[in-house]
């Protein structure tokens, strides 16, 4: 019930807000305010606050109720006298408060409520715009426009405040709170599991999302580098996941189950880099869990030294006077298979660690922990194309591949181009060898659709953690993720560590659990600083880009069992209930491409026949297009090319790709990832009838520009954001994504040599000469491979297209109408012409922005947005513009028109600007996205 | 400080063992060789020698067995690494009691014994190739998967990896460590292959040395007190070419060691010993 309140609000909200976003000035108000009381914080802080992330901070001095102690101190220290009053406090936005029990949280309400009056218009705005921002990235770009701005503007300023963040995320996270005001919900007690064992109670409101959560259990932790950790849940099938901080929790953990795990999600290959004594000793704690249960196995002499340890940093040091230790050593686990001669053997090498402080000993303990093989290493249950049952084990290098305990096999980051998963199957792009003309694709099957997703969210997390530098430019972001919903939102590792090298707070005194008889708090201790350096395994020399496309067409299948069963039919046209057939037969597969061995380093090659379309968009193009584009795609393939194996992923139900390569400079990541399953499952849950109906209708809901990849025709993108570099600088960031969910863009982006493109062409061309299976063949026949000039005369201009279609609960979408389950349904198509300069693989530096600004303007069924960034790259200033033209309408439109005309007004604004991206993407909505 | 992976090469004890009589006519060979007995001995007295009063080794020699033709070659009796020592099941079936006497040897050494009684797994130690930061061992005539997997429960602190050896006896018959994070390797496809394999599958960076002979690139390395870098490896009468290559590692001592009768019988410089390194005890 609630939901769909919340939903509904949130409708008007955004409806509200686009009445407003005309005037911007009033957002940037607001947006000034809240930096401003960001900024308070800050300094009244602990001190705290300035490290924590912009997302953080502004939660908190928005939100009442927010959790942390911070925030209190920052309105006004009174606020802390106050907090002995109880009464209900008066508070500014009227829900969350009321739940609030703790005293900290009354006194926060008094805080609020005087913070409020500064603030109250920015509350009541902003948390439309929080939420808009994720919903835009989902579903309509107009809105986004606004958010974008406003965002902007507020994440300058708190650039200025905060260092190192960077990201453009912070919208995202800010929303949960916020919008929590608004709908008054219940609130929901909230059971977290610490690391030391002991349970953590907290309240949140229904609809809070997982950022909130995990923020409160790390204040009360009194946490800082909080970016290795993360929360688990356990879903309906008893599996871990991750609870996403960008999502509501209730859609996440779809039970009334709210148990969760604090837990260490990113193990840092080196500790002793890490800057405080807390946050090790909290991985301390995870990696006596690992080692006790087993799951991080060592050797005998392994688990007495680290035994030794342990008890040397909560017993310290070892007194003979003692009556036997081993009295109390024994109630204590280090061992799956501890017995009398380990305890001995700790109790000796106990003794010889005295005079180490706990934070020696803890750092000790990591020391030789990190080196141990499986130290970091998320295994997950899979079988190879055999049927051979194996684990996959995703870590900070890499993909590792064992069968019983022995690796056989190893796949670092940089030589995976694309990670995606179908059904239930996983799927590796292997970049080719020095030797190997040809890329590989290595298939692996996973139990059902739900662990493959999981093993595929997990891969792009690790890589966007370890091998980023930031997450995903936060311009660029939007426009690129519209379609896609997950990605890596959180710090990178690089991030990470910059912030936490700022903070200068004292060291937090704690206590180490299970200390009975010491409590040796580190304070004081001195910090031994292990200075590891460079421990990146030497493998990756290329800069890790990243470029994510997860263009899940997520369809949902409402349950994952079922998806085997679900048949998908999509059909070319958005509007009608596309059933997905799915079929499993061709699950794991190692295709090497034969055909062009060119492909793999120049993306201008041409590809083969038309049919290869980016490799992404094959994915998608399958789901939107009817089975019989599957099929016939299929076929074409195997005509067309032999390159490619034909995988069976022409139906996918939900897919998700990752292209791990992205250059670093540029940082811009495309993660498209469709919906994720859960969220769309929950949504659809969540989504209520009303918008069932509107499926049942058919005609999808609004009609973005369409690119219908089945006409060949239409070689340019019809609709869509039109990007226009610079012709010379190149090396952009051309990744990005293309999906967006609702409308079609166009982008024509110029970088020629941007690195960007090489990896993109890389990826897209491999990718389409095995992947064509993917798309029908109209595809491939608007999209060639080849890269093909835009019209624009311009610079060596090479189209690399990505063909994107992602369709969301296609599957599902027939059956819903008639069970009357609400499905939102959505398709998406990208098609993406990129310029074919590629040397820039080279160029893995990072440019420096020098300026951003956001332009939108609206007009009867268009909203044109219009992104322009400059780039300081080596010498050169690169000027890009990126145009997001959104088209909303019925299919009458007449799409190709509509993106000719694009196309040609932005080559009339920027005659000196060359076209270096188009991209399509038509997104249409059987059923109600979420609102 | 026991402390893991610290060390590598840092070896206090070595385990040999006679050369018996019966391996002239007896021993397993990949080709067929006459092969001169008083000079295998004498070349193996040698060997022991080296390691006992040049390198200070303090060794422990196993009287040789009649019976068991190829005992010299203890190595592929018992692969050991820290305080752990597991007793392989060799994959000739005429060796596998040699891991008798070596398995009394080694516990008297007080070293963790673990036994491969599982009898489908088949392991040589000369298959197995320990970096410093894993292991690698060779599927090979000798050794299969199952061999690997005890291996690798054996040594849960480090990664096993399997490569496939597709020429030679056993891995190291084209292989070896030349120091930390060096990896000698012979010229040959095969080796180069398993090369290639190696790095794929290996989180660490490993610096390679290519010798023109698959032979010449089965060596010893050792890390001793007031020695440093030590390495042992073929004489320059028995593959002039790859010597050469020695020469070019710097700031270590270079001893050549003369093989030439053992190597008959697929018997490299690693296989006539196990090199051991007891800590002091706390």
């Known amino acids: 019930m609630t939901t769909e309140a919340g939903s509904k609000t949130e409708v008007k909200e955004k409806a509200e807000e686009s009445a407003a976003g005309p005037d911007q000035s009033e957002q940037a108000k607001q947006e000034h305010q809240e930096g401003e009381n960001a900024v308070r914080e800050e300094k009244e802080g602990k001190g705290i606050s300035r490290y924590l992330p912009t997302w953080f901070k502004k939660p908190k001095s928005q939100s009442q109720t927010s959790p942390t102690k911070e925030v209190q101190p920052t309105e006004e220290p009174a606020s802390k006298a106050t907090k002995e009053e109880e009464g209900p406090s008066p508070d500014v936005n009227g829900h969350a408060e009321e739940v609030e029990e703790k005293e900290e949280v009354k006194s926060e309400q008094v805080k609020e409520t005087e913070a409020e009056t500064h603030s109250n218009t920015s509350a009541d705005t902003e948390p439309a715009k929080g939420e808009r921002v994720e919903e835009v990235e989902e579903q309509s770009p107009e809105e986004a426009k606004e958010t974008k701005e406003g965002e902007g503007a507020e994440e300058e300023k708190k650039e200025g405040q905060v260092e190192a963040e960077g990201n453009g995320q912070t919208s995202v996270f800010q929303s949960p709170l916020r919008v929590v005001r608004k709908t008054k919900m219940k609130v929901i007690v909230c059971h977290v599991t610490l690391l030391d064992g002991t349970d953590f109670t907290c309240e949140v409101e229904k609809r809070a999302k997982g950022q909130f959560l995990f923020f409160k259990v790390c204040e009360h932790l009194n946490l800082l580098e909080k970016d290795y950790f993360g929360l688990i849940y356990k879903d309906n099938h008893e599996q871990k996941c991750w609870l996403d901080p960008t999502k509501e929790i209730k859609r996440q953990i779809r039970s009334n189950n709210w148990q969760f795990t604090f837990n260490v999600k990113f193990y840092p290959p080196d500790p002793s880099l890490l800057t405080e004594d807390i946050t090790r000793y909290l991985l301390c704690l995870q990696l006596r869990e690992d080692v006790a249960s087993g799951r991080l196995p060592c050797s005998f002499v392994t688990h007495a030294l680290l035994g030794s340890y342990t008890l040397q940093a909560e017993f310290g040091d070892y007194e003979p006077d003692q009556p036997r230790p081993l009295d109390f050593i024994n109630q204590l686990t280090f061992a799956p298979n501890q017995n009398k001669e380990m305890e001995e053997k700790i109790l000796e090498l106990h003794k010889s660690h005295r005079g180490m402080t706990p934070a020696q000993a ?147 005194s704690f206590d180490r659990t299970s200390s009975k008889r010491i409590s040796r708090s580190l304070d004081g201790a001195p910090v031994i600083s292990v200075t590891a350096a460079g421990r990146d395994g030497a493998e990756n020399g290329r800069d890790p880009h990243l470029e994510l496309h997860s263009d899940s067409k997520v369809s949902v299948s409402q349950t994952e069992a079922a ?80 390159q490619e194996s034909v995988s069976s992923e022409s139906e996918s139900e939900e897919e998700a790709e990752y292209h791990p390569d992205v250059p670093v400079s540029l940082c811009q990541t495309q993660i498209p990832e469709e919906k994720e399953e859960e969220e769309e499952e929950e949504e659809e849950e969540d989504v209520e009838p009303e918008k069932e109906v509107e499926e049942q209708v058919s005609p999808p809901v609004a009609l973005p520009a369409l690119a219908e990849v089945s006409h060949p025709e239409d070689e340019t993108s019809q609709e869509g954001v039109c990007r226009k570099e610079d012709a010379d600088e190149n090396k952009e960031q051309e ?115 020098m300026t951003a600004q956001t332009i939108t303007s609206e007009s009867l069924c268009t909203t044109t947005t219009t992104h322009i960034t400059k780039t300081l790259k080596g010498g050169l200033s690169e000027t890009r513009i990126e145009k997001r033209i959104v088209i909303t309408g019925d299919c009458d439109i007449d799409h190709d028109q509509a993106l000719a005309q694009a196309i040609k007004e932005a080559k009339e604004q920027h005659p000196d600007m060359s076209v270096t991206r188009v991209v399509v993407h038509k997104e249409t909505e059987l059923a109600e996205e979420e609102d | 400080m026991a402390g893991l992976m610290a060390g590598f090469g840092h070896y206090t004890h070595a385990l040999v063992r006679g050369v018996p009589a019966s391996l002239t006519r007896a021993a397993l060979r990949m080709q067929p060789t006459e092969v001169d007995l008083d000079m295998a001995r004498r070349e193996h007295e040698a060997y022991v020698e080296l390691l006992r009063a040049r390198l200070g080794l303090e060794v422990v ?122 990896i000698i390797i012979g010229s040959s496809e095969p080796a180069q292959k398993a090369l290639k394999i190696m790095q794929q599958m290996s989180d660490y960076r490993y610096d390679k040395l290519t010798v023109p002979d698959d032979l010449a690139a089965n060596c010893i390395y050792m890390n001793l007190p007031n020695k440093g870098h030590v390495l042992l490896h073929c004489t320059e009468k028995e593959f002039p070419e790859s010597v050469k290559m020695f020469e070019k590692l710097k700031d270590y001592m270079l001893i050549p060691v003369c093989n030439s009768e053992k190597v008959k019988v697929d018997g490299a410089l690693t296989c006539c010993s196990v090199l051991i390194n007891q800590k002091a005890n706390i």
């Open chain 1, 563 to 642: 998806s085997a069963e679900n048949t998908i039919s999509e059909t070319k046209e958005p509007e009608k209930m596309t059933e997905i057939e799915i079929e499993e037969t061709v699950v794991i597969q190692e295709v090497s491409k034969a055909t062009k061995a060119g492909l793999v380093t120049v993306p201008p090659s041409p590809p083969p026949p038309p049919a290869a379309a980016a490799p992404p968009a094959e994915q998608e193009t399958q789901q939107q297009e009817v089975k019989v584009q599957e099929e016939v795609v299929t076929v074409e393939e195997t005509q067309q090319r032999k």
């Open chain 1, 735 to 849: 990744h990005e994504t293309e999906e967006s969910t609702d409308d079609v863009m166009v982008t024509p982006d110029e970088a020629p040599d941007s690195p960007l493109l090489s990896e993109e062409t890389e990826k897209t061309a491999p990718s389409e000469e095995k992947e064509p299976r993917v798309n029908g063949e109209a595809l491939l026949v608007e999209v060639d491979p080849r890269p093909q000039v835009i019209c624009c005369s311009e610079p060596p201009v090479v189209k690399t297209e990505m063909v994107t279609i992602s369709d969301t609960f296609a599957a599902q979408k027939t059956e819903i109408a008639t069970k009357e389950v609400p499905i939102v349904h959505t398709e998406t198509k990208t098609i993406t012409y990129e310029a074919a300069q590629l040397d820039g693989n080279g160029d893995g530096e990072p440019g420096v922005l």
């Open chain 1, 362 to 508: 803890d750092l000790q303990f990591l020391e030789n922990a990190k080196k141990l093989s499986m130290y970091g290493v998320d295994l997950h249950h899979a079988k190879d194309s055999e049927g051979v049952d194996i684990m996959l084990g995703v870590c900070a290098n890499g993909l590792l591949v064992y069968k019983d305990r022995l690796r056989i096999n190893r796949f670092a980051w940089p030589k995976i181009l694309k990670i995606s998963y179908k059904r239930n199957n996983f799927y590796i792009k292997i970049r080719p060898g020095e030797t190997e003309q040809f890329e590989s694709t290595v298939g692996f099957k996973l139990q059902n659709h739900r662990s493959a997703k999981r093993l595929w969210k997990v891969c792009v997390e690790n890589h966007s953690f370890f091998r980023l530098n930031a997450p995903e430019p936060p311009n660029k972001a939007r426009f690129l993720t519209l379609g896609s919903k997950f990605r890596y939102s959180g710090r990178t590792q690089a991030q990470t560590r910059l912030a936490s090298s700022l903070i200068d707070r004292p060291a937090p």
């Open chain 2, 61 to 182: 020699e196993l009287p040789a067995d009649e019976s068991l033709p190829d005992c010299v070659f203890v190595e592929d009796a018992a692969v050991v690494c820290g305080e752990t020592a597991l007793i392989t099941r060799p994959g000739a079936e005429s060796r596998r009691r040699e891991t008798d006497a070596v398995k009394r040897a080694l516990k008297d050494l007080n070293l963790n014994i673990v036994e491969m009684t599982d009898e489908n797994a088949t392991l040589d130690g000369g298959d197995v190739l320990f970096t410093g930061q894993e292991f690698f061992v060779g599927l090979s005539k000798r050794t299969n998967q199952r061999g690997a997997e005890i291996l690798a429960d054996a040594f849960k602190d480090y990664a096993v990896s399997t490569v496939p050896v597709m020429a030679g006896l056993h891995l190291k018959s084209f292989c070896s460590m030349g120091g930390p994070g060096l």
